[in-house]
Nanobody, 120 residues
Framework: VQLVESGGGSVEAGGSLRLSCGAS????????MGWFRQAPGKEREGVAV????????DYADRVKGRFTISADIAKNTLYLQMNSLKPEDTAMYYC???????????????WGQGTQVTVS
């Protein structure tokens, strides 16, 4: 399984960014994909996850109402639309996938390399 993130960058507080994650190696839809983030000196935390098979989602409380996760199964691509960004959203954002679990715990089986998001 390969995951490749893109779309990070620098933005002012209140702005928006859209992250993308291209996935390869999974067959079918019985797996979960998610976005996680890690700020300097902090532990990696779950941001949002989506179950590819049914589209159910879950979000961390601190991003609810601002971030939206979606998956285009036909394109094997995961997205994270981030609106109303805050300086505390600054972190390296990682895409992850797992066929065994679907929650916000950062213990997924497969990980991308990450894309940096900086909010000033």
């Amino acid at each position: 399984v390969q995951l490749v993130e893109s779309g990070g960058g620098s933005v002012e507080a209140g702005g928006s960014l859209r992250l993308s994650c291209g996935a390869s190696g999974y067959s079918g839809t019985a797996y979960c994909m998610g976005w996680f983030r890690q700020a300097p000196g902090k532990e990696r935390e779950g941001v949002a996850v989506v179950y590819a098979g049914g589209g159910s989602t879950d979000y961390a409380d601190r991003v609810k109402g601002r971030f939206t996760i979606s998956a285009d199964i036909a394109k094997n691509t995961l997205y994270l639309q981030m609106n109303s960004l805050k300086p505390e959203d600054t972190a390296m954002y990682y895409c992850a996938a797992d066929g065994r679990r679907c929650d916000l715990s950062p213990s997924y089986q497969h990980w991308g390399q990450g894309t940096q998001v900086t909010v000033s």
